[in-house]
């Protein structure tokens, strides 16, 4: 717990839960002076303005390129955390319900992650998506692992963001934005994200990095969290 203790963000105001599903704003700095690192995805946008960057976390108003082949070949294979080619996590994923669209798939798969990792909320480190179904334990690490092997094993493309969410859940702590991951999927014209740890995404995950599944590709992001500093937050007033 200190060394998650170290990694959280104090959140520069109390974020009441009507605020989750309006648009928010965040201007986010580095306590080193550098300006801090985050990612355009179709759910967040990015304006750099020095050393800082002003972050605007909505429904559709960022501007990440569409998928190229290559993004989708890399977020279809397996690999040794997402374990989609696994016997087990293949069968789950080819008989959930719910699989018309992606968007009912996901949200049948994001269902049975949360139904199934009800075991104990344990840092066990960064656990593959075979082990996460198994003990049925974890963080959010582990959930967006199996989320992520699950949707592959049934030919969605999943990536996964490490970032921040305003949520006491793995932390304990009140009022702050803890260490978090969670999926993003594309469904043929946008990628979208599903959060089987938090019960749902919600417009308080910051995306600092989108990676494949491997910590290397998202660890650079991960390590900055220490120097990271939300400087003001404030919902967004619809005209």
């Known amino acids: 717990m200190d060394a998650i203790g170290a990694l959280l963000v104090r959140s520069p105001v109390r974020i009441p839960d009507w605020y989750r599903h309006r648009s928010i704003r965040y201007v986010i700095s580095r306590t080193d ?4 690192d985050a990612a355009e995805t179709f759910e967040q946008d990015v ?8 972050l605007t976390v909505c429904d559709d108003c960022g ?15 397996p690999n040794a955390w997402v374990r989609s080619d696994d016997a087990q996590i293949r069968h789950i994923a080819l008989g959930a319900a719910g699989g018309s669209n992606v968007r009912e798939s996901m949200r049948s798969l994001t269902k049975f992650v949360a139904r199934t990792m009800r075991g104990n909320n344990d840092f066990i480190g960064y656990a593959d998506a075979v082990t996460a179904l198994k003990t049925g334990s974890g963080d959010c690490t582990e959930l967006a692992v199996l989320l992520a092997a699950l949707a ?6 999943a990536g996964i963001a490490v970032g921040l969410a305003y949520s006491d859940r793995f932390s304990g702590r009140k009022y702050v ?3 978090h991951m969670w999926v993003q999927v594309w469904d043929g014209s946008r990628w979208t994200s599903y959060d089987a740890a938090l019960d749902g995404f919600d417009a308080t995950h910051i995306a600092l990095a989108i990676g494949d599944g491997d910590p290397a590709s998202v660890s650079p992001a991960f390590a900055a969290l220490s120097q ?7 919902v967004l007033r619809t005209p």
């Open 33 to 36: 002076g550098r300006a801090p």
């Open 47 to 54: 304006v750099r303005d020095g050393v800082r960057a002003v």
């Open 63 to 77: 501007h990440e390129s569409a998928a190229t082949p290559a993004d989708i070949a890399r977020f279809l294979r």
């Open 152 to 157: 592959r094993a049934r030919g969605i493309p």
């Open 177 to 179: 934005f803890s260490p």
């Open 228 to 234: 990271l500093r939300i400087e003001k937050a404030g």
